[in-house]
């Protein structure tokens, strides 16, 4: 299909060669190189992480991930407020518990870290757009993203449960979206399910629908406090090898009623977020995760790049490759410098 597409492209576009066809004519100016760009990033392309703890004043930088910050809610709160002002239209909260116990039981209380963040910003952007991270990985004393039974292996069904307590708790709490990044089977079904029940049938579902077990997340555990305390998680995220796995991931949370489709990570996985963006008709989210991130803040560090410049330009590639919507820890910088551009 994909041949018969170009062999009917090739002859109209080859008709004319040099020198009658200069394809630098279009990139002689400024303004003509505008004219003809076929993706542009703008900062309503971004979604901004925030990570949340306990405390006041509290802005503890990352040291895996610099410029990024373990924040207390009021501090947050001055982010939220910095990125809204920025043209970006929403954060997604991680949070970062008091204490850890095996089910992460602060994850759903009332007055868990992420319960608390969501009412506070609310309060002070309502129209930013909230999301919240759920998971358990934070909260959990193990460190893994579900129920744990006495032979250490994350168990699926019972894991469920606590998604859908998770999800009603935040919704309670004000966010207007969930994002279920666990990668257990029927999660999508489960939440969906829980906030139905609830009466909240209108909260969105962005499903981290393609994610895969990256060796990109070490500084994001680093962030969040939230590395296994055994084994990994290959059991329940995707190996990097397989690509055709990812669509049926993609369309079984689709059918369970996912929202937004995510693919996580992004860099390395554009042919990835092409695919379901091709397959696909619903609006798809990518995650430019931290090791992508630090890499490119390492490297600038040492003056081997230019911070500006590969950030926007892997940015761009994502966008290009298909991401309607862009999660990075770019995203304030990113929407300063297309302003300035």
């Known amino acids: 299909m994909q041949k018969q597409k170009w062999a009917s492209v090739f002859p109209v576009v080859g008709a004319g060669q040099f020198p009658a066809v200069r394809m630098r004519r279009l990139r002689r100016t400024d303004a003509l190189r505008r004219m003809v760009q076929e993706t542009h990033l703008q900062p309503s392309d971004f979604i901004y992480p925030l990570f949340v703890v306990h405390g006041k004043g509290v802005r503890r930088e990352v040291p895996s991930m610099p410029g990024v910050y373990q ?44 319960q608390k963040a969501i009412r ?37 069904d019972p894991t469920l449960e606590i998604y859908g307590k998770v999800a009603v708790s ?21 939440i969906r399910a829980a906030l139905d029940a609830a009466g ?29 305390r055994f084994g990994d998680r290959r059991g329940y995220q995707m190996n990097p090898a397989n690509a055709r796995e990812a669509l049926r991931e993609v369309a079984l949370d689709i059918a369970e009623g996912a929202d937004i489709v995510m693919v996580k990570p992004a860099l390395a996985y554009l042919d990835i977020i092409r695919q379901v963006r091709e397959a696909f008709p619903v609006p798809v989210a990518a995650y430019q995760v931290s090791g992508e991130y630090a890499m490119i803040k390492a490297a600038a560090q040492r003056g081997w790049l230019d911070e500006r410049a590969v950030a926007l330009e892997s940015l761009l590639a994502i966008k290009r490759a298909g991401a309607d919507l862009i999660l990075t820890y770019f995203a304030k910088d ?8």
């Open 170 to 190: 935040h919704a309670e709490a004000g966010a207007d979206m969930v994002a279920p990044s666990g990668m257990m089977d029927g999660q999508v079904g489960a």
């Open 120 to 156: 506070a910003i609310k309060a002070a952007v309502p129209e930013l757009v909230v999301i919240t991270d759920v998971c358990m990985c934070e909260y959990t004393d193990h460190g893994h993203c579900g129920i744990v039974d006495d032979e250490q292996e994350v168990v699926n």
């Open 334 to 341: 990113a929407a300063r410098w297309l302003g300035r551009n």
């Open 200 to 228: 909240f049938g209108h909260i969105p579902i962005m499903a981290y629908a393609a994610k895969y077990a990256s060796s990109f997340y070490g500084p994001f555990r680093d962030a969040a406090q939230s590395p296994p």
């Open 71 to 114: 924040l207390s809610v009021d501090q947050a709160v001055q982010e939220a407020e910095d990125a809204y002002r920025l043209g970006i239209p929403a954060v997604i909260l991680f949070g970062i518990p008091a204490r850890k116990d095996p089910i992460g039981q602060e994850n759903f209380a009332p007055e868990g870290i992420v």
